[in-house]
């Protein structure tokens, strides 16, 4: 059964950086393409960043283009998302999410398989 478990997520004032890690189980996660999406309360589950399964390629949202990057070690079945620069608009609930093709997306339903979240609050 394929699993992703996400974690990093904490409190951060504005300004800061939080690293948040996404550990998958029961695929080959090298054959995969991963990416970060947020939601917050009362808001519809939005895009924040992909990966290709080589790491080769990579897409950002507008609004975290220049303070994200997403990263992966196929290794240890990991993807990363370092978040720099954080603002209180970043608060939400951030989920990694992986679908059986090698490139990333920016579709939500284009993705098979889904963490649980992890928490991310920003103070200003």
């Known amino acids: 059964q394929v699993q992703l478990v996400e974690s990093g997520g904490g409190l951060v004032q504005a300004g800061g950086s939080l690293r948040l890690s996404c550990a998958a189980s029961g695929l080959i996660f090298s054959n995969y393409g991963m990416g970060w999406f947020r939601q917050a309360p009362g808001k519809e589950r939005e895009f924040v960043a992909a990966?290709?399964?080589?790491?080769?390629?990579?897409y950002y949202a507008d609004s975290v283009k220049g303070r994200f990057t997403i990263s992966r070690d196929n290794a240890k079945n990991t993807v990363y998302l370092q978040m720099n620069s954080l603002k209180p608009e970043d608060t939400a609930v951030y989920y990694c999410?992986?679908?059986?093709?090698?490139?990333?997306?920016?579709?939500?339903?284009?993705?098979?398989?889904w963490g649980q979240g992890t928490q991310v609050t920003v103070s200003s």
């Open positions: 990966i290709s399964w080589s790491g080769g390629s990579t």
């Open positions: 999410a992986a679908r059986t093709a090698s490139s990333g997306s920016v579709y939500v339903k284009s993705y098979d398989y």
